[in-house]
């Protein structure tokens, strides 16, 4: 916590330190992933190992979007999340912008084909053995056609079932953000996957202790009415958790290689 105030001031800390979950809740939130399947089963053992010192409670890990896309190995990232047997812990995971994008190239939309491989598509086509080749090509119809059969009917359903916000106690998980001035319940799913300087220059409450991803920082941010936690995994090697307990708070990360 010391850094943290160090960063971003004692008076911010302080009041974003006053929110809390319900009496024996646990919660583990992850940050953006982004293809590093190395990362994310480094963060799940420390996790795992986390949560059993500090003995028995209501635990849920929150996986806060964008699984895809930019690293390696997406496929791989999927096939974990979507299969995982996570005991008697509940898990929820947030839809992020990557995974909207995702889906809408795998519907066939030509011009989010085209988009998507200018924000990172590229190497989740290649995780899902797309040749490179045909990427380097760059016709969104090909593209396409070859890439629907080679994802499994289980990433599918996995990904369609994604929620777009958790909220516990005093706090609200959601992909990007939230807008301003909009009731938590009356926010559109499109401003919670990709909102960004609107919500994060804003100063005053959104109605709970937002916790985010989507917008990279060198250091979790740590503020008043919101906490960011992308540390950008697939390029820095840092994937980062925040994790809370009553009014606890305190953080798991890796230390891999960067991308």
């Known amino acids: 916590m010391s850094k943290l105030k160090t960063l971003f001031g004692a008076s911010a800390a302080a009041q974003a330190a006053s929110a809390a979950l319900p009496d024996g809740e646990r919660v583990y939130a992850i940050g953006d992933i982004h293809g590093r399947f190395d990362l994310l089963t480094d963060l799940l053992a420390r996790i795992d190992a986390d949560d059993v010192a500090r003995g028995a409670a209501k635990t849920r890990i929150i996986f806060?979007?964008?699984?895809?896309?930019?690293?390696?190995?997406?496929?791989?990232?999927?096939?974990?999340?979507?299969?995982?047997?996570?005991?008697d812990r509940k898990v929820d995971f947030l839809l992020g912008n990557h995974e909207e994008v995702f889906l809408k190239a795998l519907g066939g939309n030509l011009e989010t084909m085209r988009f998507w491989l200018r924000i990172g598509g590229e190497e989740t086509l290649l995780s899902y053995g797309t040749p490179i080749e045909l990427i380097d090509r760059g016709l969104a119809d090909e593209l396409v056609e070859d890439f629907l059969p080679r994802v499994p009917s289980h990433h599918i359903a996995f990904l369609h079932k994604m929620t777009d916000m958790v909220r516990i106690g005093d706090y609200c998980f959601v992909h990007a953000g939230v807008k301003p001035h909009v009731a938590l319940d009356r926010q559109k799913p499109?401003?919670?996957?990709?909102?960004?300087?609107?919500?994060?220059?804003?100063?005053?409450g959104f109605g709970a202790t937002v916790v985010h991803g989507h917008s990279i920082a060198a250091q979790v941010e740590e503020l008043s009415n919101r906490i960011g936690i992308d540390t950008g995994a697939y390029a820095t090697g840092r994937l980062t958790a925040l994790a809370l307990e009553g009014s606890e708070r305190w953080y798991l990360a890796t230390e891999g290689e960067r991308g």
Not at 64 to 69: P, R, S
Not at 78 to 83: R, S
Request: charged share 30%; no cysteine.
């Open 64 to 87: 806060l979007g964008d699984l895809v896309d930019r690293g390696p190995d997406s496929a791989s990232v999927v096939e974990l999340l979507a299969t995982a047997d996570f005991g």
């Open 190 to 204: 499109e401003d919670l996957r990709w909102i960004r300087e609107q919500f994060l220059n804003f100063e005053g």
